[in-house]
T-cell receptor, first 113, second 113 residues
Framework: DQQVKQNSPSLSVQEGRISILNCDYT??????FLWYKKYPAEGPTFLIS?????DKNEDGRFTVFLNKSAKHLSLHIVPSQPGDSAVYFC????????????FGKGTKLSVKP | KAGVTQTPRYLIKTRGQQVTLSCSPI?????VSWYQQTPGQGLQFLFE???????NKGNFPGRFSGRQFSNSRSEMNVSTLELGDSALYLC????????????FGPGTRLTVT
């Protein structure tokens, strides 16, 4: 039973345009959400996070939106750059849970010059 | 600040053998989590240690074990290796406080033949 779902295995975007990566979750006990980027042969790199008490968090070109009623979050990258090409993972964790990040299966983003 | 380091980076073992992987967290981080990444299952939580105590454990057989030392360095051990244990094993560290961000190492690629 997948508690965190990334339904798009891949996404292709033109350089300079917006990339929107989506993530759905089923467990209403999750209260913290994170996005990671992963290049081949490297560990995931933390990008941005959001607490369930917020609906938006912004860090430079990256913005995460959270819609709790829909159990949906999205990561916006504006403007997209070729170096953003990687696999993006959405993760969630329950409050008080020790270390147990629940990951989606990832979305491979390709940004074309 | 130095990142999370994992050794070795690559390992080839034979079915039935055992293996020990090592992880050094970011300085000052007291929580270390371990994950297994496979193409089919994605990133799955193995266990988490904080101040030398296992606080949380994922749904893996008892062949998978770990420990943490007083300097926060951690090891994980897999006994009686099976072909299905071939995976990328990732270690992540965090401060263990109210923020849930985890920072990953590059991983150890284990191949079981």
């Amino acid at each position: 039973d997948q508690q965190v779902k990334q339904n798009s295995p891949s996404l292709s975007v033109q350089e300079g345009r917006i990339s929107i990566l989506n993530c759905d979750y089923t467990n209403s006990m999750f209260d913290y959400f994170l996005w990671y980027k992963k290049y081949p042969a490297e560990g995931p790199t933390f990008l941005i996070s959001i607490s369930s008490i917020k609906d938006k968090n912004e860090d430079g070109r990256f913005t995460v939106f959270l819609n709790k009623s829909a159990k949906h979050l999205s990561l916006h990258i504006v403007p997209s750059q070729p170096g953003d090409s990687a696999v993006y993972f959405c993760a969630a964790i329950k409050g008080g849970s020790q270390g147990n990040l629940i990951f989606g299966k990832g979305t491979k983003l390709s940004v074309k010059p | 600040k130095a990142g999370v380091t994992q050794t070795p980076r690559y390992l080839i073992k034979t079915r039935g053998q055992q293996v020990t992987l090592s992880c050094s967290p970011i300085s000052g981080h007291r929580s270390v989590s371990w994950y297994q990444q496979t193409p089919g299952q994605g990133l799955q939580f193995l266990f988490e240690y904080f101040s030398e105590t296992q606080r949380n454990k994922g749904n893996f057989p008892g062949r998978f074990s770990g420990r943490q030392f007083s300097n926060s360095r951690s090891e994980m051990n897999v006994s009686t290796l099976e072909l299905g244990d071939s995976a990328l094993y990732l270690c992540a560290s965090s401060s263990g406080g109210l923020r849930y961000e985890q920072y990953f190492g590059p991983g150890t690629r284990l191949t079981v033949t």
